[in-house]
């Protein structure tokens, strides 16, 4: 008899890993995952996870709880009986919760840990000009990313990289680790590895003012900023007519004699912006209440005071 498994998870990053285990016959006996939000046009509109949605399409229990702790929910949690929860991109879990199961729960994140603990792992390991993260499995306990270690994988960052395409390449390998990890807990063959605290680094919630460029740093800096939070939440700046957010630059390490945050353009073809040691020159880009574009399509239609 194979074992049964809660999946907890919200968004599209999580759907994969649940695939991968219903795709390879696991009983997935129920899905927990964040309550529907308002949105869409007017934000009249109740928004499903991507999560809930997939789960509905086939046919799996969904649990929606807005309070983790509440008696309510846990007996429904108790009532599915599962041997192993299975966490991908979901919130904190008291221990009334991820200590349930008889064999625990385990959890996916985004980076090779302890590197990058915290809620931001993929946006932080590019704004820090890594060259290298990945994906780790463990098993959960009470401090946030800290549990032991099952597998690990690696996988490189191009110096162009942004964290949506690192997501995306993270999602499925993430989702190929969460079966190997599953795999080994139901065939009794795995070892734990305990985390080098020594080795720590933190992956912290982004806020807006993160993502404020700051062009007294050096170009290369400034490039790994704007990469790491493309395409969201997004790196910005203050622009003539408003807030202007910076999706792709191209970073240039040449004095310009200019003090940081001059803006230098042919008023055609492109857009530099002098930094502490050089320059980036703007590639995609857009400015409060317009469209992104491309630096050419803006400046056809810009023009600068």
């Excluded at 429904?76 to 200590?99: G, K």
């Excluded at 401090?143 to 390449?169: K, M, N, V, W, Y």
């Excluded at 390998?173 to 080098?196: C, P, W």
């Excluded at 969201?232 to 040449?254: C, Q, S």
């Amino acid at each position: 008899m194979g074992l049964k498994i809660v999946f907890m998870g919200t968004p599209e990053f999580a759907v994969p890993s649940l695939k991968m285990l219903v795709d390879n016959g696991y009983d997935v006996v129920g899905v927990v995952t964040s309550t529907d939000k308002k949105g869409g046009r007017g934000g009249k509109k109740l928004l499903q996870s991507a999560v809930k949605q997939y789960a509905i399409k086939h046919n799996i229990k969904v649990l929606q709880p807005s309070n983790l702790k509440s008696q309510e929910f846990n007996a429904q949690l108790t009532s599915l009986d599962a041997d192993l929860q299975v966490v991908v991109a979901f919130r904190m879990l008291p221990e009334i919760v991820w200590n349930k199961p008889r064999l625990g729960t385990i959890n996916l994140h985004g980076s090779l840990l302890p590197k990058y603990r915290g809620a931001a792992p993929i946006n932080w390991a590019i704004i820090k000009g890594e060259k290298e993260t990945g994906v780790t499995s463990f098993k959960l306990k009470h401090e946030i990313d800290t549990g032991d270690i099952i597998f690990q994988e690696s996988l490189p960052i191009g110096f162009e990289d942004t964290a949506g395409d690192l997501h995306d390449r993270m999602m499925m390998l993430g989702a190929k680790l969460v079966l190997r990890t599953v795999q080994a807990i139901e065939n009794d063959e795995v070892v734990f590895y305990s985390q080098n605290d020594a080795a720590v680094t933190k992956a912290p919630k982004i806020h807006h003012d993160t993502c404020k460029i700051d062009f007294n740093d050096k170009a290369i800096n400034i490039h790994n900023l704007i990469r790491g939070l493309s395409p969201y939440p997004t790196a910005w700046t203050y622009f003539e007519e408003g807030k202007l957010k910076i999706f792709k630059v191209k970073p240039f390490d040449e004095p310009t004699g200019q003090n940081p945050g001059v803006i230098l353009t042919d008023e055609k073809s492109y857009i530099r912006i002098c930094t502490k040691d050089g320059y980036v020159e703007l590639l995609e880009l857009q400015l409060q209440g317009r469209k992104k574009m491309d630096v050419k399509s803006f400046l056809n239609g810009y023009k600068f005071s």
